[in-house]
């Protein structure tokens, strides 16, 4: 009997090292795929003030005039470089948009407004999803910061406009046809590349 365990444990040691291995280039592949994906696009994150039914319903009112704005600012960006460059120069001018929402609503309260990576989760749009992983977005905070918050993509602008055909028009502005294959849950390996995106960012984090 014991001559079985000690033949069945000396597999194992002999297995795991090929196992690390794999997980290990697994996991490399999972963190280039998302880099990549997410060198290619700009999110937006709008973070209430509060819970409160009145600071949820002004989050999204400063978030429709950030995006209006954010529409006309990004028209003739080609590249998220582009975007990034422009939103960066436009910073205070998104914030006076948004603060001036919060005057005309007679609220008293702070917005802020900067560019940085953010870790997101993984999020259904609905028409796309997005896998977990660290992405540069423009963040606006309102007041406290500590309400519910909204998130979407600026560039490319999927959530500037409804879009009619998301492959075409995400294409159009800079993403792969392998992107938009794991945005959109194409391909019969979908699930899989989907989850190990997943699994690597928990694990990172």
Same mark, same amino acid.
């Given at each position: ?64 005039? #950030? $995006?209006?704005?954010?529409?006309? +600012?990004?028209?003739? @960006? !080609?590249? %998220?470089?582009? *975007? ?68 979407? #993509? $600026?560039?490319?602008?999927?959530? +500037?406009?409804?879009? @009619? !055909?998301? %492959?075409?028009? *995400? ?35």
């Amino acid at each position: 009997m014991g001559g079985v365990v000690m033949s069945f444990a000396r597999k194992w040691w002999g297995i795991l090292p090929v196992l690390l291995c794999a997980l290990l280039a697994v996991g490399c592949w999972a963190q280039f795929r998302q880099n990549q994906l997410a060198s290619r696009m700009v999110r937006l994150h709008v973070v209430a003030n509060s819970d409160s039914d009145e600071d949820q319903t002004l989050k999204l009112q400063v978030r429709d005039a #950030v $995006l209006e704005r954010c529409r006309e +600012l990004l028209a003739g @960006s !080609d590249t %998220a470089g582009d *975007a990034r460059e422009t939103l960066e120069a436009a910073l205070p001018d998104l914030a006076a948009a948004g603060l001036a929402v919060v005057e005309e609503q007679g609220y008293d309260c702070s917005v802020a407004v900067s560019l940085e990576y953010t870790n997101f989760p993984t999020i259904d749009y609905g028409d796309f999803s997005l896998p977990a992983g660290d992405y540069q977005a423009l963040w606006v905070e309102l007041g406290a910061g500590e309400g519910h918050n909204w998130w979407c #993509v $600026l560039f490319p602008g999927l959530c +500037l406009e409804p879009v @009619s !055909d998301l %492959a075409q028009s *995400a294409m159009a502005e800079g993403l792969t046809e392998e992107d938009v294959a794991l945005l959109t849950k194409d391909g019969v390996d979908y699930v899989l590349r989907f989850r190990i995106l997943e699994l690597w960012d928990s694990i990172c984090n």
